[in-house]
C-alpha cells in the first residue's frame, strides 16, 4: 500500500476564501484560456485560487478560476502548450519526455508551479497505468512541493482534488473522504461538483450509504450544463442509485440504471461503462453472480476505453470467475488489471 501523510501538504484550508497575494511583476504578457474557448491577454497582476486580475490597456480584468482551462505564462518554455495538448489527449508518456526536457531555471514562480502542477498530472496517470518506475508517492512527492508553495496559485484546488484522487487510489479511503469534503465547498464549482462526486463514490465504497446518497443529491444540484458537468452529474445519478439501495433491495435501483442506459448513446463509453458497473454492484450485492457477470462483460468487451471503470469491472471479474472455476479467464483478467491499471484503486484492493 502507498502511504500518505496529510501533515505538510494541507497548507491551506481550501474552504476558507483566499486573500489576493501581488505576483512577481511581469513584463511578459500572460494568455489565460478560458473553458469556452475565449482568450484574454494581459499583465498578470495578482493571483490566488479564487480568481487572477490582468491589466488590460492600463485597466484591471479579474476571471474568476472556475472560468479558466489553463494559463499561457508569458515566460514559459515553448514545450508547455505541447504539454498540455499531451495530457488533453492521455498520451502521458510523451508529456512525461518533454517534461523532463524543460529547464525551469530563472522561470517565476507561477509559471515553475505550473510545471509542476502538470508534472505531478503527468505522474499520477502513468503511475495509475502501472508504468514501471512510476508511482503514486513519486506524484504525491510533487504536489507537496506544489501545496507548500502555491496556496495562491490558480491550481490549487485542482492540485488538492488530484491529491484525494491519488489517496483513493491508494485505499486511503478515509484520507480521500477528508480531502473531497474539504473541497465541496470551495466557490469554484467545477471544483465542487467534482468533489461531491468523489466523496460519494469514496462514501459508498466505505458502505456509508446515507452520506454517499447526500453527496450524490449535492452534486446533482449544481447548476452546470457544460459536458463535463452534465457528465459528472448523470455520474452522480447512476451511483446515487446505487447508494439509495443500500444494503436493502435492488429492484428500484437496477430499473432506474437500465432506464439510463436505454437512453444513453450506445456511443457513450464514459456513461455505459459506468452503468453497467453498477448494474454488476448491486447484482453482486443480492448474490447474482450471473447476472453480475453479464454487466461486468458488457464494460469490458465494449467499453473498455473507460479508464476508470475498465479495472473495476476486471477486479469483479476476476472474483466471479475465480468463484466459479473459470481459473484461465481469471488469470487472464488479473494480468491485464496489473499491467494496464497496476496503480489503481482495484489493483491496490486486488493486491491486498
Known sequence: MQRFSLRGLWVACVCAMAVAVSTTPAVAQETVVKLDGSRVTGKL??????EISLERNRQATKIPVQEIDHIRFGDEPQRMNQVR?????????????ELAAISWEGLR???VLDGLYYSARVKAELALMGVPGQSLTDAVTLLRRFQENGKNHFQFNRAMLLFGQLAFAADRLPLAIETFQGLTGVPDQNIGLQAYVELGQAQLLE???????????????FDLSD????RAKQTARILGHVAAAG?????GAVAAIQGIIANESPDDVFINALAYNALGRLQLQANQPRDAELAYLHTELLFAANPQAHPEALYHLIKIWSDSGK???ATAARE??????????????LAN
Not at 497582476?45 to 479564487?50: A, I, P, Q, R, V
Not at 495538448?85 to 519526455?97: H, L, V, W
Not at 459536458?227 to 452534465?230: A, C, D, E, K
Not at 496503480?343 to 491496490?348: F, K, M, Q, R, V
Open 336 to 349: 491485464k488489471l496489473k499491467t494496464r491499471y497496476g496503480g489503481s484503486y482495484w489493483a491496490t484492493k
Open 227 to 230: 459536458p463535463l458537468s452534465l
Open 109 to 111: 514562480p507561477e509559471t
Open 207 to 221: 458502505k456509508k450509504y446515507d452520506a454517499a446518497t447526500q453527496a450524490f443529491q449535492r452534486a446533482v444540484a
Open 85 to 97: 495538448e499531451q495530457i488533453s489527449g492521455r498520451q502521458y508518456e510523451q508529456a512525461a519526455k
Open 45 to 50: 497582476t495578482e493571483m490566488n485560487s479564487l
Open 327 to 329: 481459473t484461465d479467464r
Open 247 to 251: 444494503d436493502g433491495s435492488i429492484d
